[in-house]
């Protein structure tokens, strides 16, 4: 069983026993303002295994499935059998962390303040792939094709645009983070990455789809 189906499987049943234990959900959100006063930063981690409600789930974890299992070959492919899932574990785990770091200090003094999903951790994968594959075509929402480098800037500046304006109840900070952060470990761990993407970007024409 791959790594990432365990971190789905993991994931839906932590949430789903958060869904229904309204203190379960509130020991592990992401809470600025509580870890401040009990030094409680293992939310910062646990977090990521919980959801606002099902929709939230169930889109954080198809994507993950879809994308992470590709990324998990690479791994493997790049570090080998028994390192590659380990680091891939890693690379997953401390991108939830740094995408939520941000706030961790921007809110730690709104009391109303709280955050939880795996969508900095699944931004992280998305963007490996992107990494990866630039010029390979993402069909958001199964209809409207766009080259995947398109969808990541489009991405970025949409996140930091939502953030800054502040309307909404959605994390933007965690998805801008996120991708970032996993797309700097993915290089950190294989340096040639940023290469091989550079040269992607100018010599590759637009290859495949993939669902999204």
Request: with cysteine.
């Amino acid at each position: 069983m791959s790594v990432s189906l365990i971190l789905v499987i993991i994931t839906v049943a932590v949430s789903y026993f958060a869904f229904k234990d309204q203190s379960l959900f509130l020991k592990l959100a992401h809470w600025p303002y509580e870890e401040k006063r009990s030094k409680s930063y293992y939310r910062l981690l646990t977090s990521g295994f919980v959801h606002g409600g099902w929709l939230h789930l169930l889109i954080n974890m198809f994507v993950l499935w879809h994308f992470g299992e590709l990324i998990e070959g690479f791994f493997v492919q790049f570090f080998g059998s028994t390192l590659g899932p380990l680091l891939y574990l890693v690379v997953y785990l401390a991108t939830i962390v740094c995408a939520s770091l941000p706030n961790t200090f921007k809110r730690q003094d709104d009391q109303s303040y709280m955050s939880v999903g795996a969508s900095g951790g699944v931004s992280g994968i998305v963007f490996i792939f992107i990494l990866f594959y630039p010029w390979q075509y993402l069909y958001l929402y199964g209809i409207l094709p766009i080259p995947s480098i398109i969808a990541g800037v489009l991405y970025l500046w949409y996140s930091s645009y939502a953030s800054k304006r502040g309307t909404d109840r959605i994390d933007h900070d965690a998805h801008f983070y996120g991708a970032l952060f996993g797309m700097l470990f993915m290089i950190l761990l294989r340096p040639r990455s940023a290469n091989e993407f550079i040269n992607s970007l100018i010599y590759d024409f637009p290859l495949g789809m993939i669902i999204f």
